[in-house]
């Protein structure tokens, strides 16, 4: 018995999140399919978290038990070639069998995308919401600060989380913005990139984040505001859920290197 650990990134454009639903058509289903077609094996990998439907991301990491001889340096190309164009294997590796690629991942990184241009971009209008108004980057940095540290999420979870505890810590937040596609003499103000860093997330939590940030970059919440509403501990008193196109899974780290 082989415990193998794979990375995969895809747009989620197309399916209904990450994981196995009733309805069908998730990524972790086509996984499954191809990892059968390959080894002959029927079987369920364990994610490091689900995403979404209509969420993306980079580095998603998953891992499953095989009794499979094939080289580990095969797997990634031999499964790109059975799934759709979407979605890709970008690295294998073997680990012990104790490993866990959900209770072992030490921290993750989701970013999400506002194009804060006057107009939308038809080639990356599939991975971000585009904001018709100006936004105050500045106010949303400092919003951002108060979420950095331990605090119970409640606020900032759907009110279908079914997790026993609603306390995660945020190691750090914090926005990057690319220019470069601005036009000169225009309101354009770029391509808003919020990073969110932590040990775990709830069910919509930096969706959550996000809607009510913007609300703070239109001015009708103030930075400080992100802090009360901590603390109200009611999923109310926050902003709406931004949409989820904008929302990558950025990265997952562990102690062992991928």
Known sequence: MRNLLMKVTYDGTNYNGFQTQPGGNTVQDLLEEAIEWLS?????????????????????????????????ERWCMALNTRLPEDIIVTD???????????????????????????????????????????????????????????????????????????????YDAWIETDTSMCRPGTRDQGIIHTFVTGNGFLQHMVRIIMGTLIQVGEGKRTPENISEILEIKNRAAAGPTAVSKGLMLWDVEYDILL
Do not use: C, W
Not at 49 to 62: K, P, S
Not at 151 to 159: N, P, V, Y
């Open 40 to 72: 002959g094996e029927k079987l369920k990998i364990t994610a490091s978290g689900r995403t979404d439907a209509g969420v993306h991301a980079r580095g998603q990491v998953f891992n499953f038990y095989t009794v499979s001889k094939i080289p580990v």
């Open 92 to 170: 294998a590796m073997e680990v012990p069998l104790e490993f866990h690629s959900r209770r072992e991942a030490r921290q993750k990184t989701y970013r999400y995308t506002i194009n804060a241009n006057q107009f939308p971009d038809p080639f990356q209008r599939k991975y971000q919401f585009h904001h018709h108004g100006r936004l105050d980057i500045s106010a949303m940095e400092q919003g951002l600060r108060h979420l950095i540290g331990t605090h119970d999420f409640t606020t900032f979870a759907s009110k279908k989380s079914t997790k026993p505890s609603h306390v995660r810590t945020i």
